[in-house]
């Protein structure tokens, strides 16, 4: 993990150098830079490696799926949307730039991301085409946006399960699923492996934000970088709030397990996914 970690955080920075206009390109960096556990991108190359492609071939892909991810956190945490003042214990983004600043910086990163896989990919052009489908699915209006337009919809609103599913699918599995089937794809994985990395992306991703829900409740500022307890003073839809803590815990463990079996029934050895799985397990 933490090799892996090291080679896309050398990427990250070798393929976003600093260029004219400066403040646009600081802002990028500021936040692509500032550290975290890089899940997205790990996945992304361990997919393709156990169906037996080239990690070196899903680097630019990898790379520009956390540039997406990265762009989600800067808008969710401006004014308009959660408003949070820090994230990953550093100023977040338009406290330390301007709010004009980190809106144009979220989307720049976007469409960096898709440049950056046509232009850096060693790959045949239909396979870049549907990699390019799976960063657009997960970037876009069916993707984290409708996510996070339906979780400041429900905001004080009565707790529903089924829109507390589309919030979990869309704000954070489809990036999962994004990321899994892009690495898969680029490996030349058949449809069933890809559907396997779809259901894996979907569970894994579902596990995750319940326990991001669980740490809103239990952790603290110095544990998670981040301003804790925000969710349930907002009367954000969440799995505790709807479920509490103790559901919450048990389903986190149902769905790594179910996570276990996908792998499993698809012959799938990953050391990599395996503490995936565990680290979202013993954080609770």
């Given at each position: 993990?933490?090799?892996?970690?090291?080679?896309?955080?050398k990427k990250?920075?070798?393929?976003?150098p600093?260029?004219?206009?400066?403040?646009?390109?600081?802002?990028?960096?500021y936040?692509?830079?500032?550290?975290?556990?890089r899940?997205?991108?790990?996945?992304?190359?361990?997919?393709?490696?156990?169906?037996?492609g080239?990690?070196?071939?899903?680097l630019?892909?990898a790379?520009?799926?956390e540039?997406?991810?990265?762009?989600?956190?800067i808008?969710?945490d401006l004014p308009?949307?959660?408003?949070?003042?820090?994230?990953?214990?550093?100023?977040t983004?338009?406290?330390k730039?301007?709010?004009s600043t980190?809106v144009?910086?979220?989307?720049?990163?976007?469409?960096?991301?898709?440049?950056?896989?046509?232009d850096k990919?060693?790959l045949?052009?239909?396979?870049?085409?549907?990699?390019?489908?799976?960063h657009?699915?997960?970037a876009g209006?069916?993707?984290?946006?409708?996510?996070?337009?339906?979780?400041?919809?429900?905001?004080?609103k009565?707790?529903?399960?089924?829109?507390l599913e589309?919030?979990?699918?869309h704000?954070?599995?489809?990036?999962?699923?994004?990321?899994?089937?892009?690495?898969a794809?680029?490996a030349?994985?058949n449809?069933?492996?890809?559907?396997?990395?779809?259901?894996?992306?979907q569970?894994?991703?579902?596990?995750?934000?319940?326990?991001?829900?669980i740490l809103?409740?239990?952790?603290?500022?110095?544990?998670?970088?981040?301003?804790?307890g925000?969710?349930?003073?907002?009367?954000?839809?969440?799995?505790?709030?709807?479920?509490?803590l103790?559901?919450?815990?048990?389903?986190?463990?149902c769905?790594?397990d179910?996570a276990?079996?996908i792998?499993?029934?698809?012959?799938?050895?990953?050391?990599?996914?395996?503490s995936?799985?565990?680290?979202?397990?013993?954080k609770?």
């Amino acid at each position: 993990m933490k090799e892996l970690i090291d080679l896309v955080n050398k990427k990250l920075d070798e393929y976003l150098p600093v260029s004219y206009p400066e403040e646009i390109f600081e802002s990028m960096r500021y936040s692509l830079l500032a550290g975290g556990k890089r899940l997205r991108p790990i996945m992304c190359l361990e997919a393709c490696r156990v169906f037996g492609g080239e990690m070196e071939k899903a680097l630019p892909t990898a790379c520009a799926f956390e540039m997406l991810h990265t762009q989600s956190l800067i808008h969710d945490d401006l004014p308009c949307m959660d408003n949070d003042d820090y994230r990953r214990g550093k100023l977040t983004n338009h406290k330390k730039f301007s709010e004009s600043t980190a809106v144009l910086a979220g989307d720049a990163l976007i469409s960096y991301g898709t440049q950056l896989i046509i232009d850096k990919s060693d790959l045949p052009a239909e396979v870049i085409v549907k990699v390019l489908r799976e960063h657009a699915i997960a970037a876009g209006a069916y993707g984290i946006i409708a996510g996070q337009v339906v979780d400041i919809a429900m905001e004080g609103k009565p707790y529903d399960a089924k829109i507390l599913e589309y919030i979990h699918t869309h704000k954070t599995a489809d990036l999962f699923k994004g990321v899994l089937k892009a690495g898969a794809i680029i490996a030349g994985a058949n449809e069933e492996q890809l559907k396997a990395m779809d259901d894996f992306g979907q569970v894994l991703g579902f596990a995750f934000q319940i326990c991001d829900d669980i740490l809103d409740e239990t952790s603290t500022f110095e544990e998670m970088g981040k301003t804790m307890g925000k969710d349930k003073e907002e009367g954000k839809l969440t799995y505790t709030a709807l479920f509490g803590l103790e559901k919450a815990k048990c389903e986190l463990n149902c769905l790594l397990d179910k996570a276990y079996d996908i792998l499993k029934k698809q012959n799938i050895e990953s050391e990599i996914f395996n503490s995936i799985i565990n680290s979202i397990r013993e954080k609770v």
